[in-house]
């Protein structure tokens, strides 16, 4: 019975593969500084058609992909990084969809599931950051597109870090990990005064 459960769970697995995703596309509240009694909005939308490579063809996802991003507080520069997770210094509100932190780091990623939209077009989520402490922040998606004209780089020109020239360096639980500014535009920077 078990080669027969297996070989059946391997040929779902492999179905799932053959679906192609599009990246969300993701607006943010239009201006580089908030205060404390602001929110900052993300809204979130994709496709609600995914690309079978097995049909060569557009089919409808009954089940959305998940939007993963991340939130840092910038910090004095150190050797290799520049920003540390900071999840906890916000309020989370859910408008539309809901959200999980991710067990890897529970203070850096969240993940969001949309909601489909009523015309069956779009899954979409909104969601809502309160502010609870001041300072200099990212939000860091891990494949979403930013709309954003503006995503204010001028903020991160004042935490450099001498041994990674050029790049952000994300300190999630412990994990460091970076990204050359001028190779992504996945992260959005902002001020809380």
Excluded at 24 to 33: A, L, P
Aim: contains cysteine; charged residues 20%; glycine residues 4%.
């Amino acid at each position: 019975m078990a080669p027969l459960l297996m070989a059946f769970q391997c040929e779902d697995e492999f179905e799932e593969s053959t679906l192609v995703f599009n990246s969300f596309k993701v607006n943010i509240s239009d201006q580089s500084s908030f205060s404390l009694n602001d929110t900052i909005w993300i809204t979130g939308k994709t496709s609600s058609k995914v690309f079978d490579l097995a049909l060569n063809d557009s089919i409808f996802a009954e089940s959305p992909r998940s939007d993963i991003f991340s939130i840092y507080k910038f910090i004095e520069p150190i050797e290799v990084y520049n920003c540390k997770d900071a999840i906890d210094k916000f309020d989370l509100m859910f408008d539309i969809g809901q959200f999980s932190a991710l067990p890897s780091c529970e203070n850096a990623q969240l993940q969001v599931i949309p909601r489909l939209e009523t015309n069956n077009i779009s899954y979409t989520y909104r969601i809502g950051l309160k502010p609870n402490f001041t300072g200099d922040y990212v939000i860091s998606w891990q494949d979403g597109i930013i709309r954003n004209l503006d995503r204010n780089e001028f903020i991160i020109n004042n935490y450099p870090i001498a041994n990674h020239p050029n790049q952000i360096g994300f300190n999630s639980c412990d994990n460091v990990s970076w990204r050359f500014l001028n190779e992504s535009d996945r992260e959005y920077y902002f001020t809380v005064e």
